[in-house]
Nanobody, 122 residues
Framework: VQLVESGGGSVQAGGSLRLSCAVS????????MGWFRQAPGKEREGVAI???????RYADSVKGRFTISRDNVKRTLSLQMNSLKPEDTAMYYC?????????????????WGQGTQVTVSS
């Protein structure tokens, strides 16, 4: 499975960005999907995930601000990020796991994109 992220950029605090991930598989509906991020000097962390059954989970730090969604026809995963904060600055990665997953830990996902940079200035 190949994953290609887009939509990153630089915004001021309080702004919004929408990340997208194009997924190259005809069995997209069989994959649980997630967004992860990694800031310099920090470990990669789960931001939001959506299982094949539609269940979603969010990191406490982004609840109420970020929304994960998927389009099973277009085979894309999105992350709408509102009310961005400087601490949201990181490289954001799209990841896929075959089957049902609700874990927020990176090692639960086998396929990864190259990442897209998000920078939030104060």
């Amino acid at each position: 499975v190949q994953l290609v992220e887009s939509g990153g950029g630089s915004v001021q605090a309080g702004g919004s960005l929408r990340l997208s991930c194009a997924v190259s598989t005809y069995t997209f509906t069989s994959y649980s999907m997630g967004w992860f991020r990694q800031a310099p000097g920090k470990e990669r962390e789960g931001v939001a995930i959506q299982s094949i059954y539609g269940a979603t989970r969010y990191a406490d730090s982004v609840k109420g601000r970020f929304t994960i969604s998927r389009d099973n026809v277009k085979r894309t995963l999105s992350l709408q990020m509102n009310s961005l904060k400087p601490e949201d600055t990181a490289m954001y990665y799209c990841a896929a796991a075959y089957g049902a997953r609700t874990t927020m830990t990176p090692d639960g996902y086998a396929d990864w994109g190259q990442g897209t940079q998000v920078t939030v200035s104060s």
